[in-house]
């Protein structure tokens, strides 16, 4: 049978083969694979229960029968458990051929290809221009590009898009203000987006103050809207100006878009929008506005998605379905996956099921559609994360003193580096807390950002994984060898902690298959997690530099596997590694 990386995949194969050869199973049987217990074995096969009842057979007598057709083999014992659970035991000799197929970082990535690979567009970050990124747009855009990597780790291709809010009313208020104050957008000095929105706030006071500035600011929206010359010129450079801000912290972060088209590049495309759904009949009239209702939604057969306003302008939603028109035309996007807060999800719920009706009728196949929804950030004092005057924490500053602070870390530690190398380094420890502080919890619950926690060695932290790589490039400098020129390992692992981590390593494949599954990076975090921990248990208690020679070589060889492992995890999160610190 053929070796499959993945080992849950694996042994599911091999039930599976078995369940053929017996006359008693049908194609209804699944294996029903899992991760067993460790004191039991290694991977459970829990399909003969649910398959025997359905069947009145007897669970215990079909896993015997699926047992004794599972192939012989002498790399894993397997027993029956309970009422029909079947136990794979690894030996540890398997778990070692399993390691050195693993191989060098090359042919680590390459195990991880997916056998059928997708066209996917992720469309993450999407900041509002003429408005500074503040921290609520951190975690889509750290979320956005961790998944981006992990999903172009399988080989799939991915389609970065940045949909900015470069459209909307907001601009009427803004152009008015920008006139009426007689500013020049080419004398905004240094920090240019933070006066936009000062002027935008001033803007937006004269309008309250008076009907008759309200009236001038729409005008300005109209004039825009119609493709007045000069109101389009300020507009394009505002979008410059905020695409030049955005890019300072995506520089920083290593973040890249392919496109950044933004809402506005959807605006001649709205008409075509409504003509479609108004000639399907998916929607209809409503107090002069356009909308979509959904009768077998128990919710959304009242709450309106309304994809033309009543005095005319498109909206959010508009633009949104045109965008998706786009990306399966021009892109041909087989999964679209939204990276947003979690206040969006009725928006993206109602947009995903008239997507889904538009298609059906046009006889278009529908790409996946996900809305990758996450919480909210939330300050020591359990409330939205906020500055000490109440103003939103911008993102700038907060990735400037995750910097500041780990630098001081460095310095303590190692005060005779040189100012640039401190520099170096606090950059790596202080992103990296940052977006494993975020990507490190479940996404879709909020979390309380917190100073210490985020940088502190020990436990499930940056700083912690980034420590247990750098300890290996020590011990590897303390033998004077580079994982590549290690002899061959022909012992296998014996020692309990030996085969702890040997076991561990060899799950790699699983954690990246479940955080695909469920785009959870946290699923990726715990298992790094685990795996430096089960590598600093191993550490401490085993010598590495052992007399006998075999002995050293297998316990190098588990260094190095750890090694590749956790820098490619933690690449995948985007967070970068230290050979000393
Ligand atoms: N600009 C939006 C915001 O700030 C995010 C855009 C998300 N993408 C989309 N296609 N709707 O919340």
Known sequence: MEFSFNLLQYFEKVVSQAAEKLESVDDSFEPQMRMADERFGDFQANGALPFAKRNGLNPRELAQSLVEKIESNDSWETSIAGPGFINFKLKPEFFLSWLKELGNLDKTKKHLLSESPRQIVLD?????????????????????????????????SVIRDNHLGDWGTQFGILLYAIKRAEVSLDELGEEPVAVLEDLYRQ???????????????????????????????????????????????????????????????????????????????????????????????KRFAKQPFIIRKSDGASNYATTDLATIAYRKKEWNAEHIIYVTDGRQRDHFDQLFMTVKKWFIQENIDCPTLSHVWFGTILGEDNKAIKTRDGQPVKLMDLLKEA?????????????????????????????????????????????????????????????????????????????????????????????????????????????????????????????LYELATEFSSFYNQEKVMVDDQNVQNLRLFLCAKTQIVLKLGLSVLGIDTLEEM
Request: glycine fraction near 6%.
């Open 124 to 156: 993450f970050s999407g900041p509002n221009t003429a408005k500074q990124m503040h921290v609520g747009h951190i975690r889509s855009t750290i979320i956005g590009e961790s998944l981006a990597r992990l999903l172009a780790l399988q080989g799939h």
């Open 203 to 297: 803007g937006n006071s004269w309008v309250k103050e008076s009907p008759q500035s309200l009236e001038e600011a729409r005008q300005e929206l109209v004039k825009l809207q119609s493709g007045d010359e000069q109101n389009c010129s300020l507009w394009q450079k505002i979008r410059d100006l905020s695409l030049g801000s955005f890019e300072q912290v995506y520089k920083l972060l290593g973040v890249r878009f392919d496109y950044a088209h933004g809402e506005s590049f959807y605006r001649d495309q709205v008409e075509q929008v409504y003509s479609v759904l108004q000639k399907q009949g998916i929607c209809t009239e409503d107090q002069g506005a356009l909308v979509v209702f959904h009768p077998e939604h």
């Open 403 to 527: 910097i500041d602070r780990a630098k001081k870390m460095v310095e303590e530690k190692n005060p005779e580096l040189e100012e640039e190398e401190i520099q170096r380094r606090a950059k790596i420890i202080g992103l990296g807390a940052v977006r494993y502080a975020d990507l490190s919890q479940d996404r879709t619950l909020d979390y309380v950002f917190s100073w210490d926690k985020m940088l502190a060695l020990q436990g499930n932290t940056a700083p912690y994984l980034q420590y247990a790589v750098a300890r290996i490039h020590s011990i590897f400098r303390k033998v004077g060898k580079t994982p590549s020129e290690l002899p061959e390992v022909i012992i296998s692992p014996e020692s309990d902690n030996e085969k702890k981590l040997a076991r561990k390593i060899s799950f790699f494949p699983l954690a990246i298959e479940q955080t695909t599954k469920e785009l959870k990076p946290h699923t990726l975090c715990v298992y």
